[in-house]
Every structure is written in structure tokens, then in C-alpha cells.
């Protein structure tokens, strides 16, 4: 029996306030929508995908689509004016006598393989499954009035996700009733239960499957997207034997400790900074460096750019000539290497990764030029993820707490230990970061995880 899932993206999203519906706006450098097909292209137990979309947007869903080489979505129609009505759509392009069917909202991209397996595993005992998560929150019935009717007992209360799964019979069955009736639901288990058609189990669903429908959502949900990517860097570094690594400030501190490393799991590494001539304020010397590599390995896979500086000191006292010193070795620094960088990315379907600082969320006194290129190294690398990803590039950004570097000792001095990250610490977490599929990820490393 052949397994279904059938994504929901019709929806405009009126809520979000955006321009594209919410589908299609971007986390962690791909859209909403890219995030959860993945989830079930990747999935062994699912035969095929089809997704539901709004007739405006086709196109522009089968070259977001195309553009992954997704192999599992066998069909994109178009949606109609409600969900339950694109749920029909899903439903009945199905021409099998029975299949089990998980229909999902598009907009719930971190859902997981367990409850994805689970649902599909109940398929074989239940008719109907649905998910859910216990609610910690106590529901109310209000009046048109918005007075309180009635305080529900929280213990008998849950919170639906999706997917829900069906028996490709039942659902049809459902649908079809509701096609003549006058009755509205907002989910399919919703339709089993009105025509008693089945009796609909739960599995259990997570907290992390959220739906994406106001702003704050689209905040939340890329944090969870960091929290899912810091989870994976425990990886096996031995991925990295006969891997091609440059690492631009490299003589001391996080670079230093990330050559290091790289080198105990049989990396191929080249190390570049003003001491070996090589300064990334001048792109040339940067390009010149880089074909020294290529010309020798025939391919450069990872490249890591660690340079910064940071004088602290009020702005208003500050020379312009070192204002401008900061700016060319922090940010322009950043540019060069990503113009000299961007050819032999695209030829291996590399990866390149920047470091910023807890500083570019807000900045400090006495930090004024440090945070704001900080600042702008994270706008450039979440820009450039979505540039870059058509070609197989990845980028994304190191953020280590303070971390006990030359660069910190000299402008803060002796500190105690224990509130200090090592830089071997940092390494391990840039060289997992490096091996990953994510990108436009700002990777905050705050402890040892």
C-alpha cells in the first residue's frame, strides 16, 4: 500500500503581513515551503508528494521546487478558496482503490520524522489519526460578548497539529459527504468525526511543530531551526579526511585552533593571515592565496574567514583612520573573501563560514563600529544563503560567547576561566557547522552543549 503526503500551501496569509504568503517566505535561507518537503522527500516510508497551491503562485512553486531536485512531488494542483476544499483537491487526485494519506499543513515546517513514522505506523491498526500536544494553557468559552460561559477541564484538552493520516477510503468518504452538505471544518479529522465515519487516534505531536501564522511565528520558528542544527553538531569530524580547508586568521586564537583540529581528522589545511602575507583587506593577495590552493588540490571545499579586530573606545574619540581599519578588516574583509571565494564554492558545493558576536543583536557603549559590522556580517551572510543556495553553496555565521582569544585578553585582560569558551571549544562546533546541510544560520555556541 502506497503512502501519500499531501501539503497544504494554498493559503495567502493574510495574518503574516507579508506581500508573498507565509509559505514562501524564507527561514534559515530557504522558504517555509522548501523546509517541509524536504522533511518528507527524506522520508523512506513516503511514495510521493503532492502539494496544494494557490493558482497564482504555480509557477512560482515549481521553480522553488525545481530548483531541489526534489524527486518525490509527483504533482502540484491547484487549490481552492478554504482548506477543507484543497484537502478535497489532495484527496481525490489520488487514483489508487486505498493508500494511507497524511495531509499536512505546509506552514509547519520542523515537523519530525517520529511523528511522521508514528502516524504512518497507525495506520495499520486506525482508520483516522490525528496529533496533538497537551495544552498548558487553561481554554475558556466565551460569549459573542466576550464574557466567560465556561473554564474547560485541562486535563481532557489538547493542542491538533498535522499531519493527520487517513485510510485514503475514509477521507474520500468524508469529503465527499461534506461536497453536499452545508458543513465547514478547519481540519480533515474534524470531517471523520461529524460523519462518524471512524474512530480517530492520537499521536502524540510536539511543541516544536508550529504553525507559522503571525510574525512572531516566523522569529520562533527560526530559532527552533538553530536549537535543530546546534542538536547536530555532534557529528563524526572523520568526514573531514582529504577535505580541502582555508582559513583566513589563522595565526592565533579560534582559526589557529580550528587548523589544528582539522588537521587531527585528516583535513587538508592552509592557513592565511598578515603574518604569511596575506591580508584580507586587499582582495588581491586573497585571490592569490586561494589559487595557490586550487592550483594544488584541484578543488577547495571549505573556506572560514576568522579575521577581526575590536579597539574598544567611544566613537567620538576614535581616529577615522582607525574607524577605517575596523571597517576594511571586519566587513570589507568579509566581501573580499566572499568575491575571491565564490568560484571554487560553487565548483566543490562548498561551504563558507563568517564569525560575528553576541554584540550584532544590540549594540554596546564603547562598541559602536565592532557590533555594527558584527551586525552587518549576518545580514551579508543570511543574504548571500539565499543567493548562493541555487548554486550548492552554504554560508553561515559562528556566534561564540566570549572566548578566551588574544584579541580578548588584550582589551579585557586576565578573566576567570570558567566564564571563558576555548577556542579548541569553538573549532570543533565551526568544524561540525562546516559538515552540515543548513545554511543563513547564525549558529550561537553560549556553553558546552
Known amino acids: 500500500m502506497k503512502t501519500y503526503a499531501i501539503l497544504l500551501a494554498s493559503g495567502i496569509g493574510e495574518r503574516i503581513g507579508s506581500d508573498l504568503p507565509k509559505q514562501f517566505l524564507k527561514i534559515s535561507g530557504r522558504t517555509i515551503l522548501e523546509h517541509s518537503v524536504e522533511i518528507f522527500e527524506r522520508n523512506g516510508s513516503i511514495d510521493e508528494i503532492i502539494i496544494v497551491v494557490h493558482g497564482q503562485f504555480v509557477d512560482f512553486c515549481k521553480k522553488i521546487l525545481d530548483q531541489n531536485g526534489f524527486k518525490k512531488v509527483r504533482k502540484i494542483l491547484i487549490g481552492g478558496e478554504t482548506r477543507q476544499v484543497s484537502s478535497s483537491i489532495g484527496v481525490n487526485s489520488i487514483a489508487e482503490g486505498e493508500a494511507k494519506v497524511l495531509i499536512h499543513d505546509a506552514v509547519r515546517p520542523l515537523i519530525s520524522d517520529r511523528i511522521i513514522n508514528n502516524c504512518i505506523a497507525a495506520l495499520d491498526k486506525y482508520n ?67 460523519f462518524d465515519l471512524a474512530k480517530i487516534h492520537v499521536v502524540q505531536g510536539e511543541e516544536g511543530n508550529i504553525k507559522i501564522t503571525h510574525p512572531i511565528d516566523l522569529f520562533i520558528a527560526d530559532k527552533l531551526f538553530q536549537i535543530k542544527h546546534l542538536s547536530l553538531l555532534d557529528g563524526d569530524l572523520k568526514q573531514l579526511a582529504n577535505r580541502i580547508l582555508v582559513v583566513f586568521g589563522s595565526s592565533s586564537g579560534i582559526g589557529k585552533a580550528i587548523m589544528d583540529l582539522a588537521q587531527q581528522y585528516g583535513a587538508k589545511t592552509y592557513g592565511f593571515s598578515r603574518a604569511n602575507g596575506v591580508d584580507v583587506r586587499d582582495i588581491a593577495s586573497i585571490q592569490r592565496a586561494l589559487q595557490e590552493v586550487n592550483s594544488r588540490e584541484k578543488c577547495i571545499n571549505f573556506i572560514i574567514n576568522s579575521t577581526g579586530i575590536l579597539k574598544l573606545g567611544n566613537l567620538n574619540d576614535k581616529p577615522m583612520a582607525e574607524i577605517r581599519d575596523e571597517v576594511e578588516t571586519n566587513y570589507f574583509g568579509c566581501i573580499n573573501v566572499v568575491r575571491a571565494s565564490y568560484n571554487y564554492l560553487k565548483q566543490s558545493k562548498g561551504a563558507l563560514l563568517f564569525f560575528t558576536s553576541s554584540s550584532h543583536t544590540r549594540g554596546r557603549a564603547s562598541y559602536a563600529i565592532y557590533s555594527s559590522m558584527k551586525a552587518a556580517i549576518v545580514n551579508l551572510g543570511q543574504a548571500l544563503s539565499e543567493e548562493w543556495i541555487s548554486d550548492g553553496i552554504r554560508i553561515n555565521m559562528m556566534n561564540p560567547a566570549r572566548t578566551a582569544t588574544p584579541m580578548r585578553l588584550s582589551n579585557f585582560g586576565e578573566e576567570p576561566p570558567t566564564t571563558l569558551l576555548s577556542p579548541q571549544f569553538v573549532a570543533e562546533k565551526s568544524l561540525h557547522t562546516l559538515l552540515q546541510d543548513y545554511t543563513g544560520q547564525v549558529i550561537d555556541i553560549c556553553c558546552a552543549l
Do not use: W
Open 128 to 194: 483516522a489519526v490525528d496529533v496533538a500536544i497537551p495544552t498548558a494553557d487553561t481554554i475558556i468559552e466565551v460569549s459573542d460578548t466576550m464574557t466567560v460561559e465556561d473554564v474547560l477541564p485541562r486535563q481532557l484538552l489538547m493542542r491538533g497539529q498535522t499531519p493527520q493520516a487517513f485510510k485514503l477510503g475514509i477521507i474520500k468518504r468524508a469529503h465527499s459527504l461534506a461536497a453536499s452538505s452545508s458543513v465547514k471544518f478547519t481540519d480533515d479529522c474534524g470531517l471523520v468525526k461529524m
